[in-house]
C-alpha cells in the first residue's frame, strides 16, 4: 500500500523559507509511471498546485509561484522536497504531497494526510 | 479567483441525483481531460473520477462524471449522508507554459 507523509515545520517565519519532505512508503519514486507533487490548501479555500517533479529530476512549476519555490527529489531516501521562499501570511496553509501520473499531470491518485503550515513571527 | 468554475454549494436529499457542475475554457477543459476529487470534512482529497469519467477501483459507480466542450459535470445518484464533502474538479491548462488548475470546489450537503 503506498503511503505519502509529510514532515517538516509547523510554523515559520515571515519572510523565511518553508520547507518540507515527503516520505514515499510502499512504492518507488523511481517509478517511471509517476511524477510527484505539491498541492496546498489555505484555511476553509480550495487547492492550489504548487508543482510537480519527475524522480530523475526536471521539475515544473506553478507561475503565480515558480520565482519562489524549488522542488526537488531524493531517489536514495525514497522522498521529495520543497522550499517555498520569503513568506509571508497568505502563505499559511495545509501542505499535501501526492502521487501524480504521467498520463494525466492532474491526476493526483495517491495523497498525504497533510501538514499545516502557519506563517506567523 | 480559479481558471475552473464551480457552484459553491450543492444540496440534496438522501437518494436524491445531484449534478456539479465545472466550467472553462478551450486552454483547459476544452483541450485536456478532467478530474473530480472528494475531500471529505478534516481530511486529504481523494481522487474520485479520473479521464473525465473513469471511477478508479473502490469508487462507487453512483459517483459518474461528463464532459462537454468547456465544460464539465460530475453527478452522484442515490444520494447518501456519507456523500457530505467537498468536491473539486481539476484540469490541466495550457496557457502560461501549463499549469494544473482546480475549481474553488463545491461544498455538498445532504439534507
Known amino acids: 500500500q503506498l503511503l505519502l507523509q509529510e514532515s517538516g515545520p509547523g510554523l515559520v517565519k515571515p519572510s523565511a523559507t518553508l520547507s518540507l519532505t515527503c516520505t514515499v512508503s510502499?512504492?518507488?519514486?523511481?517509478?517511471?509511471?509517476?511524477?510527484w507533487a505539491w498541492i496546498r490548501q489555505p484555511p476553509g479555500k480550495g487547492l492550489e498546485w504548487i508543482g510537480s517533479?519527475?524522480?530523475?529530476?526536471?521539475?515544473y512549476y506553478n507561475p503565480s509561484l515558480k520565482s519562489r519555490v524549488t522542488i526537488s527529489v531524493d531517489t536514495s531516501n525514497n522522498e521529495f522536497s520543497l522550499k517555498l521562499t520569503s513568506v509571508t501570511a497568505a502563505d499559511t496553509a495545509v501542505y499535501y504531497c501526492?502521487?501524480?501520473?504521467?498520463?494525466?499531470?492532474?491526476?493526483?491518485?495517491?495523497w498525504g494526510q497533510g501538514t499545516l503550515v502557519i506563517v506567523s513571527s | 479567483q480559479s481558471v475552473l468554475t464551480q457552484p459553491p454549494s450543492a444540496s440534496g436529499t438522501p437518494g436524491q441525483r445531484v449534478t456539479i457542475s465545472c466550467s472553462g475554457s478551450?486552454?483547459?477543459?476544452?483541450?485536456?481531460?478532467v478530474n473530480w476529487y472528494q475531500q471529505l470534512p478534516g481530511t486529504a482529497p481523494k481522487l474520485l473520477i479520473y479521464?473525465?469519467?473513469q471511477r478508479p477501483s473502490g469508487v462507487p459507480d453512483r459517483f459518474s462524471g461528463s464532459k462537454s466542450g468547456t465544460s464539465a459535470s460530475l453527478a452522484i445518484s442515490g444520494l447518501q449522508s456519507e456523500d457530505e464533502a467537498d468536491y473539486y474538479c481539476?484540469?490541466?491548462?495550457?496557457?502560461?507554459?501549463?499549469?494544473?488548475?482546480f475549481g474553488g470546489g463545491t461544498q455538498l450537503t445532504v439534507l
Open positions: 501526492a502521487r501524480v501520473s504521467v498520463g494525466d499531470y492532474v491526476e493526483f491518485d495517491h
Open positions: 517533479i519527475y524522480y530523475s529530476g526536471s521539475p
Open positions: 478551450s486552454s483547459n477543459i476544452g483541450s485536456n481531460t
Open positions: 481539476a484540469a490541466w491548462d495550457d496557457s502560461l507554459n501549463g499549469r494544473a488548475v
Open positions: 479521464n473525465n469519467n
Open positions: 510502499g512504492g518507488s519514486i523511481s517509478s517511471s509511471s509517476y511524477y
